[in-house]
T-cell receptor
Framework: DSGVTQTPKHLITATGQRVTLRCSPRSGDLSVYWYQQSLDQGLQFLIHYYNGEERAKGNILERFSAQQFPDLHSELNLSSLELGDSALYFC???????????FGPGTRLTVL | AQKITQTQPGMFVQEKEAVTLDCTYDTSDPSYGLFWYKQPSSGEMIFLIYQGSYDQQNATEGRYSLNFQKARKSANLVISASQLGDSAMYFCAMRESVPSGSARQLTFGSGTQLTVLP
C-alpha cells in the first residue's frame, strides 16, 4: 500500500458526460501528479500540483482540468468524454520535487 | 527521439534465475533521476528502485539492482532469484531537472512484460 488513495476504483460512463476523479496523497506529501495510461499512448503525464498551485501541464486536453484543495487532496475533472478517454488514471504524490513518486491504485475509466 | 526506450516488449525467465530488463534514455540534462516501477496485472504502480545521475554507486533494493552506465545512457534493472510473483509489467522512467519552481514529472518507457516460469 503506497498510502495514496484514489476513488472511485472503476467508473463507467457515456460519451459526452463529465466525471470527477479524486486523489488523496500520502500524509505530508505536497506534490500531486496525474497520469493517464492508455493502450495506444502508454503512461503520460497530465498535470502537477504543488501545495495547491498548478506547477506544470503535460499532455492534458482542454476538456480536462484539475485542482488541489487546501487539505492537499486533488480532483481531476474530465468533461465531454469521448471513447478515447477510456484509460487508467493514476495519481502520484511525493514529498518534494526531488523525491520518488508513489502511485495510487488508479481509477479505471470506461467511456461507452 | 524517445526519451526512454525499453526494447524488450516481453521477457521470460525461469524461476530462481536472474533477469535483466533493458532501459536506455536520452537527455541533455546533467541532473536527472531514473526509476523503475512494477505494474502487476491488478494495475497498481509499485516503486522499485531509484538512481540519481550523480550517484557514484549502482542502486540496490533487495533483489533489485540497477545497472547504471552513464556514458551509454542505460539503466538496466536486474532482478535476482526471480519469483513467480515477479511476473508483471516493468516500466523505466526518468525525471529531468528543470528550473526551480517547476514540476518534475516522470517520463515513462513503453514497458517490458516479464513472465516468470515455474
Amino acid at each position: 500500500d503506497s498510502g495514496v488513495t484514489q476513488t472511485p476504483k472503476h467508473l463507467i460512463t457515456a460519451t459526452g458526460q463529465r466525471v470527477t476523479l479524486r486523489c488523496s496523497p500520502r500524509s505530508g506529501d505536497l506534490s500531486v501528479y496525474w497520469y493517464q495510461q492508455s493502450l495506444d499512448q502508454g503512461l503520460q503525464f497530465l498535470i502537477h500540483y504543488y501545495n495547491g498551485e498548478e506547477r506544470a501541464k503535460g499532455n492534458i486536453l482542454e476538456r480536462f482540468s484539475a485542482q488541489q484543495f487546501p487539505d492537499l487532496h486533488s480532483e481531476l475533472n474530465l468533461s465531454s468524454l469521448e471513447l478515447g478517454d477510456s484509460a487508467l488514471y493514476f495519481c502520484a504524490s511525493s514529498a518534494s520535487r526531488n523525491n520518488e513518486q508513489f502511485f495510487g491504485p488508479g481509477t479505471r475509466l470506461t467511456v461507452l | 527521439a524517445q526519451k526512454i526506450t525499453q526494447t524488450q516488449p516481453g521477457m521470460f525467465v525461469q524461476e530462481k534465475e536472474a533477469v535483466t530488463l533493458d532501459c536506455t534514455y536520452d537527455t541533455s540534462d546533467p541532473s536527472y533521476g531514473l526509476f523503475w516501477y512494477k505494474q502487476p496485472s491488478s494495475g497498481e504502480m509499485i516503486f522499485l528502485i531509484y538512481q540519481g545521475s550523480y550517484d557514484q554507486q549502482n542502486a540496490t533494493e533487495g533483489r533489485y539492482s540497477l545497472n547504471f552506465q552513464k556514458a551509454r545512457k542505460s539503466a538496466n534493472l536486474v532482478i535476482s532469484a526471480s519469483q513467480l510473483g515477479d511476473s508483471a509489467m516493468y516500466f523505466c522512467a526518468m525525471r529531468e531537472s528543470v528550473p526551480s519552481g517547476s514540476a518534475r514529472q516522470l517520463t515513462f518507457g513503453s514497458g517490458t512484460q516479464l513472465t516468470v516460469l515455474p
